[in-house]
């Protein structure tokens, strides 16, 4: 039999013995054997930290990203190979495409996302912070790497988006990853890691494979090092009370399964789109993954109106739900992923039998397309109704991890947020209406016990992602049950594996820390004029200062005149009192424009568009007889990848502009953003 192996410390090993085979489950037959017994998870720990850590933390976030988005591509060039493995897990097409390409499309996401963080190591996190009367003592934040390793330990039920999902977001930080995946599915994440690791994209040491139960992995962590779990609530409290976790303070992230919840809105009645919607949602949901997924619909509440449409519909569409081996023309579902998660989910499914009527589930009698009713991992749709959930809690309680859900009555929709809220923490709920009132009520009401919420309806339908489907510049996780934990979530997903120090000193000081211009920090000259200079050139704090200009009203005249903007306190003196303003004031983008008219070096050069104003600022007044001048500073440098090999090499710089008057005082305030040409690549 084919020995799956591990890849830690730069090398491909078997483990010592056999802790488990893999058997395909839509026939039962063996497909390898794996163990990671014999590991030195310490070694394994140090070498991701010394090797692969040091190496990404000396990329920027630019560079990370770009390595991101150059290992989706390949993946994506490749990604029948990993589709012919994922078949054995019972998943059909739509199964695979949600676990190969979801997951390769979270690379993408965090990929893009270097757009939002600085061209350095680090990251500089929020405003500065004025310590002192006359600001020679300023303080921020930065965020560095931490120097550990992610230990992601996953569920069996998405081998590849289950890993992807994580290490896309440790990598575009800064740290190595450790991935010990289930090892009943493992067998197809090595089929991924081993593409990966072939690449090359990666600096060694960026990613280890533990491909086998993993005992004793824990026992090896440190301070620096992040945990993060996705599987059962029960496991994750298990170890997250592990007492190397506790000794050295080692952050813990927890996505657990949970109950979660989908409601029809009352307004959406039978006969109407939305309707049609939730039967679809829900029938989805229990049979997409043969129900195997955390984000699961498992509690279907509906108004008790409407319970006896919902129930025919439902049973309707669930007997037309053909089962068996999805290679097979009409299959639509297919098998567990294990005959032990079959015999998990049936004595789930006999527990929840005792407080509430089962209205479909053919247990001994299903029909099947291919695949092996013995030894393969098939079990059938069920779906029950209780009519007294807050007597018969187990629905509350129960997670049958399959095709099991439960339908549920409700009176109003306070009553609807509260059976939500019996689940004790959802990673998801959704609310299928078109009143915008319903929805943001729902909303509102069921937010605290709920990590997502989706509200569905024909507006949105054909482009909405689903129930079922985490986004990955979205927050992934959930309170209580589901784990207390956040995964993926954009930047903030980001933040998981980034130490935040508060750094404090002159302005001259934190500017040379963090790159970036701090107001009160000496402004030296620049020479030639920073418009003159290539982005290579161009230094943080160099400043130009431009000749000066007197306002007058003919300024405020004709610019009303370009711009049509005549609002009375720019063209009518008489209507100023109860205002504001002494005489007839200087529009704001009067100001900002005479202060490009300042700065601007008129002649070709290096520069080559103006793209953008951020956070421009009024500050005070302007009025006919002041005198402005201007400051233009380099406020940070950001590189540019060349899209093409025509592209012209290039990066962003964004300038401060501070605008003041003959007092000497700031009247406006904007930070500009400039492409500049680059010297060359």
Same mark, same amino acid.
């Given at each position: 039999?084919?020995?799956?192996?591990?890849?830690?410390?730069?090398?491909?090993?078997?483990?010592?013995? &056999?802790?488990?085979?893999?058997?395909?489950?839509?026939?039962?037959?063996?497909?390898?054997?794996?163990?990671?017994?014999?590991?030195?998870?310490?070694?394994?720990?140090?070498?991701?930290?010394?090797?692969?850590?040091?190496?990404?933390?000396?990329?920027?976030?630019?560079?990370?990203?770009?390595?991101?988005?150059?290992?989706?591509?390949?993946?994506?060039?490749?990604?029948?190979?990993?589709?012919?493995?994922?078949?054995?897990?019972?998943?059909?097409?739509?199964?695979?495409?949600?676990?190969?390409?979801?997951?390769?499309?979270?690379?993408?996401?965090?990929?893009?996302?270097?757009?939002? #963080?600085?061209?350095?190591?680090?990251?500089?996190?929020?405003?500065?912070?004025?310590?002192?009367?006359?600001?020679?003592?300023?303080?921020?934040?930065?965020?560095?790497?931490?120097?550990?390793?992610?230990?992601?330990?996953?569920? #069996?039920? +998405?081998?590849?988006?289950?890993?992807? /999902?994580?290490?896309?977001?440790?990598?575009?930080?800064?740290?190595?990853?450790?991935?010990?995946?289930? /090892?009943?599915?493992?067998?197809?994440?090595?089929? %991924?890691?081993?593409?990966?690791?072939?690449?090359?994209?990666?600096?060694?040491?960026?990613?280890?494979?533990?491909?086998?139960?993993?005992?004793?992995?824990?026992?090896?962590? !440190?301070?620096?090092?992040?945990?993060? +779990?996705?599987?059962?609530?029960?496991?994750?409290?298990?170890?997250?009370?592990?007492?190397?976790?506790?000794?050295?303070?080692?952050? +813990?992230?927890?996505? !657990?399964?949970?109950?979660?919840?989908?409601?029809?809105?009352?307004?959406?009645?039978?006969?109407?789109?939305?309707?049609?919607? +939730?039967?679809?949602?829900?029938h989805r949901e229990m049979t997409v993954k043969a129900g195997q997924k955390c984000t699961a619909v498992r509690r279907i509440l509906v108004p008790e109106s409407l319970m006896g449409e919902v129930?025919?519909?439902?049973?309707?569409?669930?007997?037309?739900?053909?089962?068996?081996?999805?290679?097979?023309?009409?299959?639509?579902?297919?098998?567990?992923? &294990?005959?032990?998660?079959?015999?998990?989910?049936?004595?789930?499914?006999?527990?929840?039998?005792?407080?509430?009527? %089962?209205?479909?589930?053919?247990?001994?009698?299903?029909?099947?397309?291919?695949?092996?009713?013995?030894?393969?991992?098939?079990?059938?749709?069920?779906?029950?109704?209780?009519?007294?959930?807050?007597?018969?809690?187990?629905?509350?309680?129960?997670?049958?991890?399959?095709?099991?859900?439960?339908?549920?009555?409700?009176?109003?929709?306070?009553?609807?947020?509260?059976?939500? !809220?019996?689940?004790?923490?959802?990673?998801?709920?959704?609310?299928?209406?078109?009143?915008?009132?319903?929805?943001?009520?729902?909303?509102?009401?069921? !937010?605290?016990?709920?990590?997502?919420?989706?509200?569905?309806?024909?507006?949105?339908?054909?482009?909405?992602?689903?129930?079922?489907?985490?986004?990955?510049?979205? &927050?992934?996780?959930?309170?209580?049950?589901?784990?207390?934990?956040?995964?993926?979530?954009?930047?903030?997903?980001?933040?998981?594996?980034?130490?935040?120090?508060?750094?404090?000193?002159?302005?001259?000081?934190?500017?040379?820390?963090?790159?970036?211009?701090?107001?009160?920090?000496?402004?030296?000259?620049? /020479?030639?004029?920073?418009?003159?200079?290539?982005?290579?050139?161009?230094?943080?704090?160099?400043?130009?200062?431009?000749?000066?200009?007197?306002?007058?009203?003919?300024?405020?005249?004709?610019?009303?005149?370009?711009?049509?903007?005549?609002?009375?306190?720019?063209?009518?003196? &008489?209507?100023?009192?109860?205002?504001?303003?002494?005489?007839?004031?200087?529009?704001?983008?009067?100001?900002?424009?005479?202060?490009?008219?300042?700065?601007?070096?008129?002649?070709?050069?290096?520069?080559?568009?103006?793209?953008?104003?951020?956070?421009?600022?009024?500050?005070?007044?302007?009025?006919?007889?002041?005198?402005?001048?201007?400051?233009?500073?380099?406020?940070? *440098?950001?590189?540019? /990848?060349?899209?093409?090999?025509?592209?012209?090499? *290039?990066?962003?710089?964004?300038?401060?502009?501070?605008?003041?008057?003959?007092?000497?005082?700031?009247?406006?305030?904007?930070?500009?953003?400039?492409?500049?040409?680059?010297?060359?690549?």
């Amino acid at each position: 039999m084919k020995v799956s192996e591990n890849y830690v410390s730069g090398s491909w090993v078997s483990g010592e013995g &056999t802790e488990l085979e893999h058997v395909n489950a839509l026939s039962g037959a063996p497909i390898s054997s794996c163990s990671s017994k014999g590991i030195d998870y310490a070694d394994v720990l140090e070498y991701g930290r010394q090797t692969g850590g040091a190496a990404l933390r000396k990329m920027s976030f630019q560079e990370r990203g770009l390595m991101l988005k150059k290992l989706a591509l390949h993946l994506t060039s490749i990604k029948d190979r990993f589709y012919a493995v994922s078949a054995a897990t019972g998943a059909t097409r739509i199964d695979s495409w949600i676990d190969i390409e979801g997951g390769i499309g979270n690379l993408f996401a965090n990929a893009s996302l270097r757009k939002k #963080f600085p061209d350095l190591p680090f990251y500089v996190d929020g405003e500065t912070v004025g310590l002192s009367k006359n600001g020679s003592f300023i303080g921020h934040h930065i965020m560095v790497p931490k120097r550990g390793v992610a230990v992601h330990i996953n569920a #069996f039920n +998405f081998p590849i988006w289950g890993m992807l /999902e994580k290490v896309a977001v440790n990598w575009l930080a800064g740290m190595p990853a450790v991935v010990k995946p289930s /090892e009943y599915t493992s067998y197809l994440t090595e089929e %991924m890691v081993r593409a990966i690791i072939e690449s090359g994209i990666l600096p060694e040491g960026a990613l280890q494979l533990v491909n086998g139960r993993g005992q004793g992995i824990l026992d090896a962590v !440190a301070h620096q090092d992040v945990v993060t +779990f996705t599987g059962s609530a029960a496991t994750g409290r298990k170890l997250k009370s592990h007492p190397r976790l506790l000794e050295e303070s080692v952050p +813990f992230n927890m996505e !657990a399964d949970s109950l979660n919840a989908c409601v029809l809105g009352e307004d959406a009645v039978p006969g109407t789109a939305d309707f049609d919607l +939730f039967i679809k949602e829900v029938h989805r949901e229990m049979t997409v993954k043969a129900g195997q997924k955390c984000t699961a619909v498992r509690r279907i509440l509906v108004p008790e109106s409407l319970m006896g449409e919902v129930r025919t519909a439902l049973v309707g569409r669930l007997k037309k739900t053909s089962m068996g081996d999805p290679s097979i023309e009409g299959v639509r579902m297919g098998a567990l992923a &294990t005959r032990t998660q079959v015999e998990r989910v049936r004595e789930a499914v006999e527990t929840l039998s005792r407080q509430q009527e %089962m209205v479909y589930g053919p247990l001994s009698e299903f029909e099947l397309q291919g695949g092996s009713r013995e030894h393969g991992a098939f079990f059938p749709p069920v779906l029950f109704q209780n009519s007294k959930p807050f007597e018969n809690t187990l629905v509350h309680e129960v997670e049958a991890f399959g095709p099991v859900s439960t339908i549920i009555p409700y009176n109003d929709l306070e009553e609807a947020a509260q059976l939500t !809220a019996l689940g004790k923490g959802s990673l998801v709920s959704s609310i299928v209406s078109s009143d915008d009132n319903i929805a943001r009520n729902f909303t509102l009401e069921a !937010a605290h016990m709920n990590g997502r919420i989706l509200v569905l309806n024909e507006r949105c339908a054909k482009e909405s992602t689903g129930h079922g489907s985490p986004m990955p510049l979205l &927050t992934h996780g959930g309170p209580g049950r589901a784990g207390g934990g956040e995964e993926m979530g954009g930047m903030r997903g980001v933040m998981h594996y980034l130490q935040r120090t508060a750094i404090q000193g002159h302005p001259d000081t934190i500017r040379a820390i963090t790159s970036q211009h701090q107001v009160g920090a000496t402004l030296p000259e620049a /020479e030639p004029h920073l418009f003159r200079q290539y982005f290579e050139d161009l230094q943080v704090g160099d400043t130009v200062t431009t000749h000066k200009h007197t306002v007058t009203e003919a300024d405020i005249v004709n610019f009303a005149n370009v711009s049509g903007d005549n609002f009375y306190a720019h063209m009518d003196a &008489t209507s100023l009192e109860g205002t504001l303003f002494e005489q007839r004031v200087a529009h704001g983008y009067f100001v900002l424009s005479k202060a490009a008219g300042l700065f601007v070096d008129p002649k070709k050069g290096p520069v080559l568009l103006n793209y953008g104003i951020d956070e421009a600022r009024f500050t005070k007044p302007v009025y006919p007889g002041a005198t402005l001048g201007v400051r233009l500073t380099v406020k940070e *440098k950001i590189a540019q /990848e060349k899209r093409s090999e025509e592209d012209v090499p *290039k990066g962003i710089v964004k300038f401060l502009v501070d605008v003041y008057d003959e007092t000497g005082e700031t009247v406006a305030l904007a930070t500009i953003l400039t492409m500049v040409q680059k010297r060359s690549d």
